[in-house]
């Protein structure tokens, strides 16, 4: 009886507690021009080509979900990206495809954590017996004891910026989060994208 009790619980633990994305800050101007995310070209900056073009399709995804005419800079450009384009050039480009802001994502570092986790003691009920002392002791030592352990937590700390694409190029917007434990590339860019598109809204950005 106790065990289906505990069991789901550990479940949801090991399911909610293995990824989990927080805002650790966030800036916005305070008027953003009314057309600002009319038409959205989102740019990856990161070492590995798989979270990037995983984060920018779950940005693009995340956006159009509430009307953004977004896009993916690895579509447009290739996995390039700007380089090798001078700036006039990347600006006609944009103009040319009236966009009208830009978000640059990136993941600005990655850290591993290591961190010891104390053991623990189960408190089992009387009724939880045994008619042999030596009997009951071999049965529920190794579930009473539990000794500590150390572990490992990768951290990625990722950014988003708004610029617009006008003769200004002003910052618009600014967030950083940091994500514990993703289990792939598009854990982390789906939680990333959740996270951010959600203050975008609490900051009117996004309607």
Sequence with gaps: ????IVLPVLLILVLTGCNSTKLTSSWSMPNP???LMQKVL?????ADREERV??????VSELRKYGINAGSAFDMLGPRGF???TEDEIVRQLKGSEYTAVMIVSLINKDKEL???PGTYYNYPYYYNSPRYYRRYWA?????????YYTTTTNYVLEAEIYTVNDDDELVYSAQTRTTDPANASSLAESFATTIVSELRDKRLVR
């Design 1 to 4: 009886m106790k065990k289906i």
């Design 83 to 85: 380089r090798g384009a």
């Design 140 to 148: 529920i030592y190794d579930n009473v004891y539990r000794p500590g």
């Design 115 to 117: 961190r010891y986790v």
């Design 33 to 35: 021009p009314a057309n």
């Design 54 to 59: 995983k984060t920018e399709q779950a940005m």
């Design 42 to 46: 989102v740019v990856g900056i990161m």
